[in-house]
Each structure stands twice: as C-alpha cells, then as structure tokens.
Nanobody, 125 residues
C-alpha cells in the first residue's frame, strides 16, 4: 500500500520560512514525477512545484519561483518543500503527490496517483 505523509506545516509570520516533509512508503520515487500542491479556502487546488528525483530536474509555479525549493532524499524516501519569504497568500493546505507512471514534469494534479493527507500552512500579515 502506498502512503504519503506530510509534516512541517504551521503558523508563521509573513517573511518567515517553513520546511514541509513528505515521507513515502510502499513506493520509490525513481524517475517518477513527485510534487507539491496547495488549496486555499474557496479556491481550486493548484500546483506549486514538482521534480524527478532521478535527475533532480524541477519545475515551479510562477507564484513561488525564487521563494520555494523542492528536493528529495531517496535514501529516506522523503521529499521536501522549503518555503522562504512566505506571504499571506501562501496560506493553504499543502499536499504532496506522486505519479505512478508519468516521468515528465507537470503541475496537472489529475496526472498524479498518490496523495498525502495535507498539512496546513498559515501565514499571518
């Protein structure tokens, strides 16, 4: 059984930083696409960042480029999202996701097969 478990969310002031973690079991990243998504109240889920751990290629949404960094540790089967210079508009539930088949980088959520339960990130102004 594949499980993704996020941790690291919380409350932070604008300009602060948080690091989210996503531990995977029953699944190895290999060359598959893995990523982070978020959903704010009343808004659709949006892609934040994705990568392939096999070559460390990454892709970011314009709204977080230069502030967020996605990474992975294959030995720990864990992916991370380092979030710096956080803004109130970053407030959302953050989800990690992994694709079973696809290897190209994409922020289209319907292409991802496995999802974590989500972790709340709240940025106060």
């Amino acid at each position: 059984e594949v499980q993704l478990v996020e941790s690291g969310g919380g409350l932070v002031q604008a300009g602060g930083s948080l690091r989210l973690s996503c531990a995977a079991s029953g699944f190895t990243f290999d060359a598959r696409a893995i990523g982070w998504f978020r959903q704010a109240p009343g808004k659709a889920r949006e892609g934040v960042a994705c990568m392939r751990s096999s070559d460390s290629n990454t892709y970011y949404a314009d709204s977080v480029k230069g502030r967020f960094t996605i990474s992975s540790d294959d030995a720990k089967n864990t992916m991370y999202l380092q979030m710096n210079n956080l803004k109130p508009e970053d407030t959302a539930i953050y989800y990690c996701a992994a694709a079973h088949e696809i290897t190209h980088l994409t922020l289209l959520d319907f292409l991802y097969d496995y999802w974590g339960q989500g972790t709340q990130v709240t940025v106060s102004s």
